[in-house]
């Protein structure tokens, strides 16, 4: 049963966000980098790279100041590199390198699915490792918020601080599922990429100026054209079944929910306040068992609360991974 903590915010969540808003300046397009780093690579633009992983293809991309520890991005279900926000990653990169990549068996990496997370996670390290790379600060979201607990715990010498949005630890006390109605739309529309509708409905929260930013999200996540390069949508068919019994088999492990209170890495929690996908409430939950972790809901949002608030969401992530504490 839904909590309704997770369907309403409590004022004070919604005060403490929006105080800490000021908007900015709009620009005439407001997906481009300031013009001060204008000749850096945007997200629309920088070219996908590659690295063998087990003797597996794996596809990546790097952009983005390369002045602090870079962020390792860890995707949604079924999400490829081809379908992020470019405006969330390109302002990130005005202040530090971001790596994005397609895990095995996803857009444009070669092999297979893995069957869970924990495999997930094993092959993320394998991937910093070739690439050189030997700490990063670390953002999961939704099912790559899982892999990148299980990152933290089991390889805690490479993850210097983690962010985890719209996810969720292992059920324990104070863990919710999803509304039935979620899982069965989840557990049964594999076979096709999911619809704009599809989208909408699991990201962002049915009021006219979510879906306003929903449609501004879906125009940006199209912009990406390279000579050569085909667009990979969102997973479709065994893979996406896969990966959706890995991000289940994660849920119900019971000893994740006591793994989650050993990660040392500061943390940033973060999700919209109803997510229908993970639970609200589970973030609250999630914070509260984590050793060293603070919360932010952001108001009139669901999953996708990153990609609706593209540049606030980039403030805060600044804001933490830029502390000494």
């Known amino acids: 049963m839904r909590s309704s903590w997770a369907r309403k915010p409590t004022w004070e969540t919604e005060f403490i966000t929006s105080i800490r808003y000021r908007p900015a300046p709009k620009s005439s397009n407001n997906s481009q980098l300031p013009s001060r ?9 920088v070219q996908t790279q590659y690295v063998a992983v087990d003797n597996t293809r794996v596809a990546y991309r790097r952009l983005g100041v390369k002045n602090k520890i870079p962020l ?19 302002t990130i990169a005005t202040t530090r390198e971001v790596i994005v990549y397609d895990s095995f068996g996803i857009g444009h990496s070669e092999g297979e699915v893995p069957p869970s997370t924990e495999v997930m996670a094993s092959i993320a390290a394998k991937f910093l490792s070739a690439l050189g790379v030997t700490k990063v600060d670390v953002i999961g979201f939704s099912m790559g918020g899982g892999v990148a607990q299980i990152l933290a715990w089991n390889h805690p010498q490479l993850v210097h601080k983690l962010i985890l949005a719209g996810t969720q ?17 989840a557990g049964t529309a594999n076979d096709e990429p999911p619809t704009k ?34 667009r990979r949508e969102y997973l479709a068919g065994p893979g996406a079944r896969a990966q959706l019994n890995a991000i289940f088999s994660f849920t119900v492990d019971t000893d994740n929910f006591e793994r989650v209170k050993s990660i040392k890495a500061p943390t940033l929690v973060t999700n919209g306040h109803t997510d229908i996908m993970s639970p609200t409430s589970n973030s609250f939950t ?22 609706q608030y593209p540049e606030l969401y980039t403030r805060h992530l600044n804001l933490f991974l830029d502390s000494t504490k």
């Open 169 to 185: 630890p292992g059920i324990g006390e104070g863990v919710v599922l999803p509304p039935r109605e979620v899982l069965e739309s």
């Open 197 to 230: 509708e599809d989208m909408f409905r699991l990201f962002y929260y049915p009021s006219e100026t979510s879906l306003a930013l929903g449609e501004a999200w879906w125009k940006r996540i199209h912009e990406r054209k390279v000579d050569g390069e085909e």
């Open 72 to 90: 390792l991005y860890v995707n949604h279900l079924r999400g490829s590199m081809d379908t992020l926000d470019p405006l969330l990653f390109n």
């Open 286 to 307: 999630l914070q509260q068992n984590l050793s060293n972790a603070q919360l932010i809901i952001y108001p009139d949002a669901g999953h996708g609360h990153l990609f």
């Open 37 to 45: 780093i204008i000749t850096m690579s945007t997200y629309q633009t």
